[in-house]
DNA sequence: AACCGGGTGTAACACGAGTTACTATTCGCC
DNA sequence: GGCGAATAGTAACTCGTGTTACACCCGGTT
């Protein structure tokens, strides 16, 4: 039942000359060719419906215009999270775009040598590694062994490291800024602590826009949630809106690091006698089309996902084929979406797509 | 800087035996070969971090280990259109657990011939055809072509089509049923038209409840919304609110089979004057997390998309290595997720996960 | 006739692995 | 001591492609 597939030597006998012959029409290196053969082949190719067997030129040429992908968890497409889908869609536009294909490596996140091995095998000609952890031996493993990295809303140090991120500091700082200019002094700061990365350049950025409000030094009523993955437990929540409520002096707004927590955190508040946002303004982080449909619809700082997820593609791509590229990190400025959740009016704001 | 791979050859080198008996070995077909030998090779594998290079492997064996993802467009991953995440969370765990990569096939979606011999490159064993069109030339080239293939979410009329589904006459069925238990008689049902296969499967189970309930002949307010993609526009929204409003006999309850555009339009009802549930009960598909979330959250009939994507998964496989498949079409029952939209009381619903 | 040189095309090798058929050595047994 | 069988290992082919070095032909010049 299965069809036969046509090869390049098929095409060459069709066309009565070498396979050799056949191969450097086919590859455009035909100077030395007669125009009327080379006819020949390329009528013989087109007719025969000849298209490359992918793996003997990868084998041959050492490329397999594949990149490869690296989530955290196999459970990373869950719904929950739109960060990986998102991701990918600007990714898969720039694979789109470069005529590479991509491959989603699968694993388990904790057999890292195994992930590891099949990455070098090698399945692609280079990897993303999407928002890995700090502690994750992997990206050290894979730069060691020089194989073409970039990293997607993290980095590690290491000479060869290359990565594409947005600029979280800025981030942190559109936040408060927005906060401080509708007064508000006295700010919740809701975060997953200074190991994670991302939440210490939010701060960083926010406690910038303290000092430049004139607040100094800056203070903030720091929280650090629990390290307890995507989907934040019942538990957790609840600790956070008693710490909102038993901080002290009491906050007039709080700046939550994740949307889907603040979201959850904002849903409790009502029955803890908080009114959002007249009691309680709130700005999360993420800005998603969920962000857009709570009630009140929450203001947010957005990461242009999309963008990064292109880029990443791009700056991996100059990687592989040698070109030089100018920067080891690449920083995209994020943007405030402002929504009915701190009390400013809506304006019509940054558009999510 | 780039290191070296460490091929077979040199395994073979460095226990001081030939390539072959390195392979023998390293195969476990090395029935042959004396125990100390075999020790010296595996010895020299392992301190030698030797692992097989994938390309070379694929065009010996014929097989790449690796399971293509055909999706509709580039911008699936969109964030609004969680269907394709979920699904692939599925994917994800099922190439896991059968030990296969997964490649996501960049295209465009109208060059299906240049995806259909990138596919047939081939780029890997066999390929997911996730929820194409029913005019796509794509499928059926590919069937006749001999090429395994597995549909998602829609089906060929060909003797080699294989598809994962879920049971649409069924939740049409669910969803009525459930009206109809509530007392509705005249009821709006919204859908993409016969031409989409799951929709006029939906209307059909549908009609059936109807039957059953002692309707005969089933009637439904018909109302088939314009074909505008994954992402209905405002003036698509607003027609059929209107229809809502002036179809006659008045509609007591609607089902609409699709959970965004049923959410967008219940968004708009309150302004046309009709509340919900009270003066139109409402019914989505495609249970989603955003179903939870609206105001009132809707009840909704559950797609398990994790587990036909798993499913398709172990049936690909099955077909590539050439195991029997007992059924040509694996369908799954829907379930369905009562909120408050209907006015029933909320029930401990079915849990989404 | 011998030599040169441009125009055409091909034989042969390489990429890194699996597999088959065959050689070489040793062992057991009569 | 000789013969077959079992044991241990390898040369040589294969997968489908890109590339390099070389062979051949033919016309023109010395």
Known sequence: MHLKRVRMVDVAQAAGVSRTTASLVLNGRAKTIAAATRQRVLQAAQQMGYSRHA????LRTGRTRRIGI?????????????????????????ALSQDYNLVLHSCHYMDWHELYSDILSPTADGVLLVGRFIQDPLTPALL?????CVCISYQVSHPDC???DCDNIQGGYLAAQHLFQLGHRQIAFLYPGE?????????????????????SPPSFHLYQWPDDGNMPSEASIHAAVRFLQTCRPRPTAMICCDELRAQSITECLPSAGIRVPEDLAVVSFNSTEQSARTRPPMTSVAQPLREIGFAAVEMLVDLIEGREVAKRCLRFPMSLDVRESCGARTIP???VR
């Open 55 to 58: 793996t003997a030129l990868a």
């Open 70 to 94: 690296v989530l955290n968890e196999p459970e990373d497409f869950d719904e929950h999270d739109v960060y990986f889908s998102t991701v990918l869609a600007g990714i898969t536009k720039g």
């Open 144 to 148: 060691d062994a020089g194989f073409p």
């Open 162 to 164: 290359y990565s594409v």
């Open 195 to 215: 190991t994670v990365r991302w939440g210490r350049d939010r701060l960083a950025g926010a406690q910038q826009a303290a000092v430049e409000a004139g607040l």
């Open 349 to 351: 704001a940054h558009s």
